[in-house]
């Protein structure tokens, strides 16, 4: 059977001291097949079409190709995971996040 869907980069936020969704960075590699379907069921249930940042994602990157806002799909901010995350405390989007 073929697969007829694809999950892609995660896009990651965090909520600031003010209550605010930011941008973290983005997360793409150490899932594993049996983790992403599973996701893909949830996130299906929470989809929205106003994206619920604070502020657009940057559409450049240090690392894989640049964001193309008209292709993600949004969801609400209810999945809670805790990653591992670098270079976040430097203002920039987290060079490295692990799954």
């Known amino acids: 059977m073929m697969k007829l869907w694809t999950l892609g980069t995660l896009l990651l936020a965090y909520v600031d001291p003010d209550g605010r969704l930011i941008y973290a960075g983005r997360a793409g590699t150490g899932i594993k097949q049996a983790e992403l379907e599973r996701l893909w069921r949830i996130l299906q249930l929470l989809a929205t079409a106003e994206m619920p940042l604070e502020v657009r994602p940057p559409r450049t990157s240090r690392f894989g190709s640049p964001l193309v ?3 993600v799909h949004w969801v609400r901010p209810e999945l809670r995971r ?8 430097r203002g920039q989007p987290a060079a490295a996040v692990i799954y």
């Open 82 to 89: 805790r990653s591992q995350i670098s270079d976040l405390d």
């Open 69 to 71: 806002l008209s292709r």
